[in-house]
C-alpha cells in the first residue's frame, strides 16, 4: 500500500500541516484556532 493510499496518514498530514501553519501564525489559521479554543479541543496556541 502506498503512504498516499493510508487515509489515516494523509489526515495526520493534513493535521501537521495545519499546526505548522498555527505556529507560523497565518492569517487565516485564526479563525480556526478561536472556534477551536471556543470548543476546548485546543487548550494552548
Known amino acids: 500500500m502506498k503512504d498516499e493510499q493510508n487515509i489515516f496518514l494523509r489526515l495526520s ?3 501537521a500541516g495545519f ?3 498555527v505556529y507560523e501564525r497565518k492569517e487565516y ?4 484556532i478561536k472556534r477551536f479554543e471556543k470548543a476546548s479541543i485546543v ?3
Open 13 to 15: 498530514d493534513a493535521m
Open 19 to 21: 499546526l505548522r501553519e
Open 29 to 32: 489559521t485564526k479563525q480556526f
Open 43 to 45: 487548550t494552548e496556541t
